[in-house]
């Protein structure tokens, strides 16, 4: 069986922080991209970070400077460590496991900020 299982949402203060991580299991973790998209309501899912078998990062511009992502491949985890919250930053945030396309997806958890 897959599992992507997220923690560490909840609610925040817009300008503090948050850490999300995932654990996986059941897949192949190091030839996996690992990433993480949020939705918030009435929006569509949106890609917010990526990390690479390899390392090598991406970022959605509105998050770039504030958030990192980051794997351990010995542990199975990818996480993302969230600074300077903002409101508009609210979503359910999910991690999901890609090769050409997003082939495993987390249950998400919630990220409140608040004004």
């Known amino acids: 069986q897959v599992q992507l299982v997220e923690s560490g949402g909840g609610l925040v203060q817009a300008g503090g922080s948050l850490r999300l991580s995932c654990a996986a299991s059941?897949?192949?973790?190091?030839?996996?991209?690992m990433e993480w998209y949020r939705q918030a309501p009435g929006k569509q899912r949106e890609l917010v970070a990526g990390?690479?078998?390899?390392?090598?990062?991406n970022y959605a511009d509105s998050v770039k400077g504030r958030f990192t992502i980051s794997r351990d491949n010995a542990k199975n985890t990818v996480a993302l460590q969230m600074n300077s919250l903002k409101p508009e930053d609210t979503a359910v945030y999910y991690c999901?496991?890609?090769?050409?396309?997003?082939?495993?997806w987390g249950q998400g958890t919630q990220v409140t900020v608040s004004s």
């Open positions: 059941g897949i192949a973790f190091s030839i996996y991209t």
């Open positions: 990390i690479s078998i390899g390392g090598r990062t």
């Open positions: 999901a496991a890609s090769r050409r396309f997003v082939d495993h």
